[in-house]
């Protein structure tokens, strides 16, 4: 049984590392700029973009009808070498209104024989809308004046006039760009928010590509569908109500643990709700939500609107979700982790050191605020801890509460009254899942979802090692005192 124990803790620990740094290595490699190639294929066509997956598969028979000799004696060695299986790229090709797609499946035996390059000029272009463009550069105009038709100065008066600020970039510039099917397409400076040639970056210029998009994906808004550009509203709306959620749940936990560990005469009733605690610890997150829509947003919110904001309604200013009532509904729902936890570090001081402070003359209060409440504390905190994991990560409730999948104007600003509880928020969480089941392009917004995800545990780690810091303090400083 002790080996049965060691393999089994050995496992989950390999489980949980590979689990974090799955994400992690996906989340750190999204914005790394990859190089553009162009690929001719037998079936005809040019395709240009980035690849972003290998894959094999077993191919149907009629995709080997119409191939070429060379095409065919490709695919006969690849599926002998593989036993059976094709191998195929993902390519992510953008241009999606010219395209109708961002991706686009390549097989391997369909790449003519020397038909892969890449293009010195091929230049990626990240947008405001419809996603990235991919081209090489045809002329640079000024309204509707061509001012160089040289790759090379076409280059230099771009960087020139959008210099990495597309808000400042002039409204009537443009650059023209061919695609590799030949279509040609004027996109303005002032809709690029990126543009490099990745076959021309050497390793520090990729480092300020991906360190350029790291600093857009923490700092700017959300677009295409929240599958390009930052996810500051979702991050600052995670940490604000993350933390209104401990400040409310963590008084009212010890208060609740105090009253029933150290002033409750045990009986009938408080036996009771011992066990009505325990049962509120595995009741599915979901009901704390019903119940927050139902209790806080259109009794509480709707009350509030009758005596306060009469004259707004039918339009509703509290009876509806919002941050403030997201907050208290998690509060609720990480309430029985702090009572229990609480509990077992009130019940872990000696009882000596109580029967000290009575027989110095202490009253019970004193007792309790001066002696047991210390010592207490670092396990107080580890209830707090484990509060915030779970809230930070929750994602059901707020669905019903306040979460939505664009809010841009903050729950904190600097517009009176600067507090605004009543609004709705994003979610690094609800972002997870608006990215990962209701965006218009999976493929797309996979980087994105890793890259979230990694934020996420990213946060909650950082808040639960400031606690479990704190809480260390706390422990180191009273560890002398007990007797």
Known sequence: MVWLSSAGLVIALLMVVGLVGLVFYNGLTTFWPAPLVQIETTVGGIVMGEVTRHDSFQPDPSMLDGLDNEGKF?????????????????????????????????????????????????????????????????????????????????????????????????????????????????????????????????????????????????????????????????????????LAMTLMVVPFG??????????????????????????????????????????????????????FFADKLPNPTFGTGGIMWASLTLALLTLPVVIVTTEEALAAVPTSMREGSFACGATKWQTIHRVVLPRAWPGIMTGAILAMARGAGEVAPLMLVGAVKLAPDLPLDLVFPFVHPERSFMHLGFHIFDLGFQSQNSEAAKPMVFTTTMLLMSLVLFLNSAAIWFRMRLAKKFEGSKF
């Open 254 to 307: 010890v208060m609740a643990a105090l009253y029933l560990r150290e002033y409750a005469e045990g009986g009938l009733m408080i036996s009771l709700v011992r066990i009505a605690i325990n049962n509120l610890a595995g009741v599915p997150s979901i009901v704390f939500g019903v119940f927050g829509l139902g209790f806080f947003s259109y009794f509480v919110g709707g009350s509030i609107d009758a005596i």
């Open 74 to 242: 490709a695919a006969q060695v690849e599926m002998e070498n593989g036993e059976g299986y094709l191998q195929r790229r993902l390519v992510r090709t953008g241009n999606f209104e010219l395209t109708n797609e961002h991706f686009r499946w390549i097989e391997e035996f369909q790449i003519k024989a020397g038909g892969e390059s890449l293009p010195r000029w091929g230049l990626v272009f990240e947008r405001l809308a419809w996603g990235r463009f991919y081209g090489e550069p045809v002329a640079y105009l000024m309204g509707p004046d061509i001012q160089a038709t040289e790759a090379g100065n076409i280059w230099r008066l771009f960087q020139e006039n959008h210099g990495g600020r597309h808000e400042e970039a002039p409204s009537d510039h443009f650059i023209r760009i061919r695609t590799s099917d030949g279509t040609v397409k004027d996109l303005a400076l002032a809709e690029i928010v990126r543009a490099y040639a990745p076959n021309q970056l050497n390793w520090w210029q990729k480092l300020g590509v991906y360190c350029s998009r790291w600093v857009e994906f923490l700092t700017a808004e959300p677009r295409e569908a929240n599958s390009e550009g930052g996810v500051w509203p979702a991050l600052f709306g995670t940490v604000v109500m993350t």
